[in-house]
Nanobody, 126 residues
Framework: QVQLVESGGGLVQAGGSLGLSCTAS????????MGWFRQAPGKEREFVAG????????LYADSVKGRFIIARDNAKKMVYLQMNSLTPEDTAAYYC???????????????????WGQGTQVTVSS
């Protein structure tokens, strides 16, 4: 099993930046695809970004493309999400997730990810 803990959420003004971190423990997470999802009040959880085990390939939701950057440091067992040019529409709880299938490609589907963190709240004020 993989344990994931997010940190770095908070309150930021529109146009600002915020960085999230995800600390992983347990199984060798460096082998797995990692993803970030978010869930706003009253809405379904949605894919934000994903990254392959090597970091060589990434995938972003259209809504964050060009503003958010996902990265990972396998030696530190960390995954990051740098969020820039934030808008109130980015307000949500952000979740780190791991796809434990070693043969997987990055998928924007919630069902593809077996391990989840508890989430960290990001609030963007206008």
């Amino acid at each position: 099993q993989v344990q994931l803990v997010e940190s770095g959420g908070g309150l930021v003004q529109a146009g600002g930046s915020l960085g999230l971190s995800c600390t992983a423990s347990g199984r060798t997470v460096s082998r797995y695809i990692m993803g970030w999802f978010r869930q706003a009040p009253g809405k379904e959880r949605e894919f934000v970004a994903g990254i392959t085990w090597s970091g060589g390939s990434t995938l972003y939701a259209d809504s964050v493309k060009g503003r958010f950057i996902i990265a990972r440091d396998n030696a530190k067992k960390m995954v990051y999400l740098q969020m820039n040019s934030l808008t109130p529409e980015d307000t949500a709880a952000y979740y780190c997730a791991a796809d434990l299938n070693p043969l997987a490609v990055i998928r924007p589907d919630i069902s593809a990810y077996e391990s989840w963190g508890q989430g960290t709240q990001v609030t963007v004020s206008s």
